[in-house]
Antibody, heavy 116, light 108 residues
Framework: QVQLQQWGAGLLRPSETLSLTCSVY????????LTWIRQPPGKGLEWIGV???????DYNPSLKSRVTISVDTSKTHFSLRLNSVTAADTAVYYC??????????WGQGTLVTVSS | ENVLTQSPATLSLSPGERATLFCGASQSVNSRYLAWYQQKPGLAPRLVIFDASRRATGIPDRFSGSGYGTDFTLTISRLEPEDFAVYYC?????????FGGGTKVEIK
């Protein structure tokens, strides 16, 4: 089963930029929908956004002004950037890949804590 | 945005029993684009049902989904020990994609 590997800084101070990267073992992201979701500790899931195979993006309006999802030119990594973080952005972040808009392969999750 | 409400919040059942989980939408879900995920502690969610009633790859047939419009149901016909988890519904018929708050299926 395809597995994604994700990494990035786990501790940020308020106002800093969250940056996470996701890669796939022996494969690429070309032609796939690439998704980020997050889950605050002990809470439910929140959809952050998606990078479509056409190259367009769609973001949750609650985060749209601060978020960017991008794919590198080699199509082997994709990234999430979230600017001006606050404590409310503390969560486990997951990357996902799917042939359709629903991910069927996921990263292991990264806990990002925002604290001064 | 289309707000999803799941009930009950917690379902306490024994292995072998039937589980029925509900997901209600504030607006009709386009084209039955409703999915169910299973999540266990410390793990990413796993897709169980998509298009309201189609089982994802590798999902046993004791899982079934139904519904249309604003009312959807996930049924687990006979609970196995590995089925105890939190289940989330998600609509993907309109942007932003939204999740319900989850139903925890716990061992009684």
């Amino acid at each position: 089963q395809v597995q994604l590997q994700q990494w990035g800084a786990g501790l940020l101070r308020p106002s800093e930029t969250l940056s996470l990267t996701c890669s796939v073992y022996s494969g690429s992201f070309s032609g796939y929908f690439l998704t980020w979701i997050r889950q605050p500790p002990g809470k439910g899931l929140e959809w952050i956004g998606v990078f479509n195979p056409s190259g367009s993006t769609d973001y949750n309006p609650s985060l749209k002004s601060r978020v960017t999802i991008s794919v590198d030119t080699s199509k082997t990594h994709f990234s999430l950037r979230l600017n001006s973080v606050t404590a409310a952005d503390t969560a486990v972040y997951y990357c996902g890949r799917g042939g359709g808009i629903l991910p069927t392969a996921w990263g292991q999750g990264t806990l990002v804590t925002v604290s001064s | 945005e289309n707000v999803l409400t799941q009930s009950p919040a917690t379902l306490s059942l024994s292995p072998g029993e039937r589980a029925t989980l509900f997901c209600g939408a504030s607006q009709s879900v386009n084209s039955r684009y409703l999915a169910w995920y299973q999540q266990k502690p410390g793990l990413a969610p796993r897709l169980v049902i998509f298009d309201a009633s189609r089982r994802a790859t590798g999902i046993p047939d004791r899982f079934s989904g139904s519904g249309y419009g604003t009312d959807f149901t996930l049924t687990i016909s006979r609970l196995e020990p590995e089925d105890f988890a939190v289940y989330y519904c998600q609509q993907y018929g309109s942007s932003p994609l939204t999740f319900g708050g989850g139903t925890k299926v716990e061992i009684k």
